[in-house]
């Protein structure tokens, strides 16, 4: 008999302890639809915040652009560059050959020549 009290005591435990889980209702679909839609509208807030934060970066980044383009520039200072040198006296000048202009209108009369006669 006390076997059969242990048994039926046990049984009836375990049914009030499960007795909880069974008084929550699953929701319906009316409060299934209305958790989409929140949750449709919260993402949708959170997409134009985050365009209306980047149309605000923007227009700063804009505004310091024409701030900046209005301040004045610095004057950069010319750099200093060493006169130039006549031609008569420029070293460079000096280490050419020198070939005198009755020589190069003859040399260039003779290439004329021969490029009209071909042989």
Known sequence: MSRLFACALSTTFLALAAAPAGAFAQPTQFQLDDLRAREEAAQRRAV???????????????????????????LVPAPDVPPRASAA??????????IPDAALAESNRRVRAAARDPR
């Open 89 to 98: 006296t420029a070293p460079a000048l000096q280490d050419y050959p020198m």
């Open 48 to 74: 134009d915040q985050a365009n209306q934060l980047q149309a605000l970066e923007t227009r700063l980044r804009a505004e310091q652009a024409v701030r900046d383009l209005a301040r004045p520039s610095p």
